[in-house]
């Protein structure tokens, strides 16, 4: 593998390879080993199908433990937000995994380095090859140094009723009177951008932004939750 990816892995994620073929084989597309097959090399498929088991697994117990009131149905549809093709190449690309991938000629002229497929089949053979070489552990803190702050940023925020939990809060001795109001509206007719309040009895608690008032009433109210925890 290549010497600055090492490097990388180990700078950013304090990750180091005991055995780098792992790590080669988690990065080579099947077109790279069928142009070279006095290297018996071996590609991807097998370390993905594991890295996929393990990833879920994380994700499973890190979201468990850290929504302990989530129902199941909401757990299941948030895991299924970090758990897909949209969310592992993204996170495939902030890694700068795409950069990395063993292609064929083909493949390559196709610009396949760059197709959300296989950029997603590679982040979970990555977490498979880390799995295999060392164990949960250092998938965990990559994922916790990756992905899991993601939830604080409001990536997966849709999968969440912060609103509902609001007035849940805010309600718990007695009735109040919870209002969200528009501050600013500006953008272009298809990319609006709203900025709204909430307000509990008449004091702002927070203040949310997003591309429809129901998200920024959602930021809002999870602003405002800062206060009851």
Not at 153 to 174: I, M, S
Not at 199 to 204: L, Q, R, Y
Not at 210 to 228: D, I, P, T
Request: with cysteine.
């Amino acid at each position: 593998m290549d010497a600055a990816f090492d490097q990388e892995l180990a700078q950013n994620y304090g990750i180091k390879f005991h055995d780098e073929s792992l790590l080669d084989e988690a990065f080579t597309q099947a077109s790279y080993v069928n142009e070279h097959p006095g290297m018996h090399l071996k590609f991807y498929e097998r370390i993905e199908f594991l890295g996929d088991a393990v990833y879920e697994l994380v994700v499973s117990e890190y979201i468990f433990k850290r929504y302990p009131e989530l129902p199941q149905g909401q757990l299941t549809r948030l895991r299924a937000a970090m758990v897909n093709e949209q969310s592992f190449s993204s996170f495939a690309r902030e890694c700068h995994f795409d950069k990395y991938i063993r292609l064929g000629h083909g493949e390559e002229k196709a610009n396949a380095r760059n197709r959300d497929s296989l950029l997603c089949d590679i982040f979970e053979s990555f977490i498979g090859a880390v799995y295999l070489d060392q164990g949960i552990q250092p998938v965990i803190r990559f994922c916790k140094k990756v992905i899991f702050p993601k939830l604080d940023e409001g990536w997966f925020d849709e999968f969440f009723d912060h609103k509902t939990e609001l007035q849940e809060k805010a309600q718990v001795n007695g009735p109040v009177d919870i209002e969200y109001h528009l501050l600013d509206e500006n953008g272009p007719e298809n990319r609006r951008r709203f900025k709204i309040s909430v307000t509990i009895d008449g004091k702002e608690y927070g203040v949310g932004t997003g591309h429809s008032k129901k998200n920024a009433e959602q930021g809002a109210a999870k602003q405002a939750l800062q206060h009851f925890k």
